[in-house]
C-alpha cells in the first residue's frame, strides 16, 4: 500500500514537473529580441530597428505600424515584416525605418507586440497558419484578455555629426566660386536648362500681353463705371449755369434785381459744395467771411460782387446794365479759377 502511495506522488510530481516545463517554454517561445542596422549613423540618415519574435503554430501577431516619435528621432515610413519556418511555428522579423536629427546618443523607444490564438481572424498568413492582425484591432478585441503581451525593449543609437572634429579645427569656410560658377558645371545640362528657359519666356509673352490688355480694359471699365469726377461735374453745372443766366439778357430788360438774384444763387450753390458746413443759414455776407481768402486770388472781385448783389436784392441799387455784367464776369471768373485751388 505504502509502495502504490509512493509511486502515486511520484507520477504526481511528474505531472507537475512536465506542466511547469510546458509552460516555460511557451513563455520563453513567445521573446521578442530588438536589434538596430548599425550602432552609429549619421544626422538625416536612415537606419532600421529589426524585431524578432518566434510565433507559434496558429497564432495572430498584433504589432504598431511605427515606433512611437521621440525627441529627435521618428519613423520614416511604416513598418514591414518578414517571415521564416521554425520549428512547429515561425520566426517573424518586423523592420521599423527611422531617421534622426539630434546629434549624440538617441533613445529609440521600445514597443508591445501581442500575440494570441488566431481563432477566427483574417489577415496577412504565414507559416503554420499564424497570421498578422490589424493594429487598430486590439482596441476593439472582445478576447483582448487572452493575448499576451511581448515588449520590446528601448535601443541607443549614436548619431554623428557630418562635420567632422577635423573641419573644425582647418576652419570652416565658403566653397570657392569655381564650385558654383566654372569648369565643374554640366554644360550639356546648363545650355538644355536655358533653351527650354527661352522657350517658356517666349510662349509666355503673348499670353502675359493678354493678361495685362485684359486688366487695362477692366481697369478702364470700372473707372466709368465710377462716373466722372462729383467736384469736376459741380464746378462745369455752375459755369454752364451762369452762362445761361447771362444768355437769357436780364440785366438788359432792366430786370436788374432777378440777374442778380439768379446769378449769386448758383455761385452760393457752388460755395455750399465745396465743404458741408458753409450751408444756407449764412447770407452771402457770412458765406463770404466763412470763405475767406484762401481759395483763389480773385476773392477780393467775388466778394464785391456778392455784397453788391444783396443790396440789389434787398435794397434799391439798380446798377445798370455794363455794371451788371462786370458783376456778372467776377462771379464767373472767380468759379473758373477756383477748380484749381478748392479747399
Do not use: C
Request: glycine share 10%; aromatic share 8%; no cysteine.
Amino acid at each position: 500500500m505504502m509502495k502504490r502511495m509512493h509511486l502515486a506522488l511520484a507520477i504526481s510530481w511528474v505531472l507537475v514537473a512536465g506542466t511547469t516545463t510546458v509552460s516555460l517554454t511557451a513563455q520563453i517561445s513567445l521573446e521578442a529580441t530588438g536589434s538596430l542596422s548599425a550602432d552609429t549613423v549619421g544626422q538625416g540618415d536612415v537606419f532600421e530597428l529589426y524585431v524578432e519574435i518566434a510565433v507559434p503554430s496558429g497564432s495572430v501577431v498584433y504589432f504598431p505600424d511605427t515606433v512611437p516619435s521621440a525627441f529627435g528621432l521618428e519613423s520614416f515610413r511604416e513598418v514591414d515584416w518578414e517571415s521564416e519556418a521554425f520549428g512547429d511555428g515561425g520566426i517573424l522579423t518586423l523592420i521599423y525605418p527611422l531617421i534622426a536629427f539630434q546629434i549624440g546618443l538617441v533613445p529609440v523607444p521600445g514597443l508591445d507586440v501581442f500575440i494570441g490564438p488566431a481563432t477566427g481572424i483574417e489577415g496577412p498568413s504565414f507559416h503554420t497558419g499564424s497570421v498578422i492582425g490589424e493594429w487598430s484591432g486590439i482596441a476593439a478585441d472582445s478576447g483582448l484578455a487572452v493575448l499576451e503581451r511581448v515588449p520590446v525593449a528601448r535601443q541607443a543609437v549614436w548619431i554623428a555629426s557630418p562635420i567632422q572634429p577635423g573641419d573644425i579645427s582647418a576652419g570652416l569656410e565658403p566653397r570657392l566660386p569655381s564650385d558654383v560658377l566654372g569648369a565643374n558645371w554640366d554644360w550639356l545640362s546648363l545650355v538644355l536648362i536655358v533653351s527650354l528657359s527661352t522657350v517658356l519666356l517666349v510662349a509666355m509673352t503673348p499670353m502675359v500681353r493678354k493678361l495685362l490688355t485684359e486688366r487695362g480694359s477692366k481697369e478702364a471699365l470700372l473707372d466709368a463705371s465710377l462716373g466722372p469726377d462729383p467736384s469736376l461735374v459741380r464746378w462745369q453745372a455752375a459755369l454752364d449755369e451762369l452762362d445761361r443766366i447771362f444768355s437769357l439778357g436780364l440785366h438788359l430788360n432792366e430786370e436788374v434785381e432777378e440777374f442778380y438774384g439768379r446769378s449769386s444763387r448758383a455761385v452760393r450753390t457752388y460755395v455750399e459744395g465745396l465743404d458741408v458746413a458753409w450751408g444756407p443759414s449764412f447770407t452771402s455776407s457770412e458765406l463770404m467771411l466763412q470763405l475767406g481768402r484762401g481759395v483763389n486770388g480773385s476773392f477780393l472781385n467775388l466778394y464785391g460782387s456778392m455784397d453788391v448783389a444783396e443790396v440789389v436784392k434787398f435794397g434799391r441799387l439798380r446798377p445798370d446794365a455794363d455794371s451788371a455784367e462786370s458783376d456778372w464776369r467776377a462771379l464767373r471768373n472767380w468759379v473758373e479759377k477756383s477748380r484749381s485751388r478748392e479747399p
